[in-house]
């Protein structure tokens, strides 16, 4: 656990509610309900990595697949 000066707390609340905002105000307009109910930043940042991961595996696969298909294109003799 981190030892925390006195007054510090407070301080760090409201650090932690301006990155917390930050970090809400970043996603998705379409998926901020799913993050009202989190009110640490650490909370929003682990459930954003879990819901962007998936995304970002998604999209790996998808350039993967359009860089198949180009590849594929540049080989063909009549393309």
């Not at 309900?33 to 970002?56: G, H, I, P």
């Amino acid at each position: 656990m981190i030892d925390i000066a006195p007054g510090g707390f407070s301080r760090w609340k409201r650090i932690d509610a301006h990155k917390c905002m930050v970090l809400k105000n970043m996603i998705q307009s379409s998926l901020k309900q799913m993050f009202r109910t989190y009110a640490t930043c650490s909370e929003v940042w682990e459930q954003a990595k879990l819901l962007y991961t998936n995304d970002t595996q998604r999209l790996y696969g998808v350039c993967h697949n359009l860089f198949d298909i180009v590849a594929l294109r540049n080989q063909d003799p009549i393309g």
